[in-house]
């Protein structure tokens, strides 16, 4: 059996994760999500989705890069207009 690398677990049905050639042990998502997805460096919550990059930094949403100080990204396409317009 194998162990989780996050929680330390001893689990029968653990999965590998491979990235860049490193392999990491988890029993379940949860401690893969913990370990490995990108933390969004204005709201702190981890990044399970595709996120938002720019400059190198991937935030989690467009309201969180914005107060980041990146400018025209949205999370909704209805908005565009709302963010071109100041006010």
Do not use: W
Not at 11 to 20: F, P, Q
């Amino acid at each position: 059996m194998k162990i989780c690398e996050c929680c330390g677990n001893q689990y029968d049905k653990c999965i590998d994760v491979t990235i860049d050639g490193e392999t990491y042990t988890f029993d379940c998502f949860e401690c893969a999500i913990q370990m490995l997805a990108p933390t969004c460096p204005h709201c702190d919550c981890r990044i399970i989705g595709h996120g938002v990059e720019v400059d190198g930094a991937i935030y989690c949403c467009g309201h969180c890069s914005r107060q980041q100080g990146a400018e025209g990204i949205v999370d909704n396409a209805d908005h565009v207009e709302d963010e071109r317009t100041p006010g």
